[in-house]
């Protein structure tokens, strides 16, 4: 019998078959984003000719943007390669761009740049690393050759960290992402690379992972593995940290099919893509369960051309039963914006029965706590059922299947009980299994706490 999982009293996410030891009538069931409101048009002088490689973030009481824009036909900016700006929001739904006062176009400081360079696509993190200078609390990496690295006390007043580059072993032409992983108490950056056969230097455009423990010195990259799916074009990552599920890792790259174009009047380059959706437990290993689109263009025919939308790095929450992610869309049109897609909070993945109902059972975990907490959903007529057994698929007095309620309704933690009599914390500790049944519902994430 394998050891059991120790889950805690983590979150636990269906991003993978790991909690799914047996199954029947269910299956796993990726989830589609819901297109929101335009968040922050390409609507300035200095970032009308495109808006794209942004990075958001949540930091206080501020919801936080970056982005590279690129200025309108002849204006001439930059100092070298694209300028950066900056978007704020008090709700992550609406969102302003201040006259920062930073760099002068024009002879005026009233724009919201904060980076001329050198180097571009910036996609800032909060470094939580301990002991870290109060003037190097926000860092980036920015590509022109090679990468740059880039510190700043405010998030808007930046700097170079080092003259010379701090990678040079190319292709960086993409947004590469880095931060501080909390989990393996390093820096990572996952930027772009090549894997497989194909006519894109030898492979296809593919993702990389480095790792370092000060920003500076960084270890030889390794591809990220995806197990036996086939290599397609990934053009971007916008990989983060699930906060709410600890040691989860999700990806929404765009996958490039330069083989297709719609539009035969578009003359800036070929192909189309759309987004896909990975997740890991490890920051390399990725899961691709779903190779169908995560998010595809949609009815605007603008955005069925090459690279016509992305979706950049960061998960923000904008209620307790929602989390919102933005993406470009109408590249190099004077319609380019950033726009908001939601999801339910912990809705990625979903454990899905239908109308004639099925059920799954665990592997054997040891967990943390006294109450069993369920983010679910059901129909009028559904429900969700918990039995649990020990590690051998004993059921358990007073959480059986006979005894377990049934729970309907639509809660993102909502609590699961067997009756005044059942303390399942008394089995804290202990390896056990989950007997889930469902009908008509959808399970996205369990935990004890």
Known sequence: MPSPLDIGSDRQLFIDDLLIDSSEGVRRQLQEPVRRE?????????????????????????????????????????????????????????????DLGLFEIDGSGDNNIVWMGPGANMVPFRDGKPGIPDDERYKAVVREGGLYALASPDGLNWRLMREEHILTDGPFDSTNVSFWDTWRGEYVAYTRGVAGVGDFKGGVRWIRRWTSSDYINWTKPELIDTGDTP???????????????????????????PERSPDPDWTYSVGVNDIVFMASRDGVRFDRSFMEGFIRPGTDFNNWHDRGVYIERGILFTSPEEMS????????????????????????????????????????????????ELNYSTSAVGWVKVEVMDASGQPQAAFTMTAAPELYGDEIEGVYTWGDDADVGALAGKPVRLRFALRDADLFAFRFR
């Open 325 to 372: 992610i933005y993406g470009m869309e109408n590249s190099h049109l004077p319609s380019v914006r950033f726009r908001r897609y939601s999801l339910r909070t912990d809705g990625f993945v979903a454990v899905n029965a239908g109308y004639g109902g099925g059920e799954f059972t665990t592997p054997p975990l040891c967990f943390s706590g006294d109450t069993l």
């Open 231 to 257: 290599f397609e074009h990934l053009y971007t990552n916008a990989c983060s940290q699930y906060e709410r599920a600890p040691g989860v890792y999700v990806m929404f790259p765009s996958r490039f099919v």
């Open 38 to 98: 335009v968040a922050i048009p390409g609507d300035r002088p200095w970032d009308v000719g495109n808006v794209c490689a942004g990075g958001f973030m949540k930091d206080g009481d501020r919801y936080r943007a970056w982005y590279r824009c690129d200025a309108e036909p002849g204006m001439q900016l930059k100092r070298s390669g694209h300028d950066t700006a900056y978007a704020e929001s008090t709700d992550g739904i609406h969102w302003t761009k201040p």
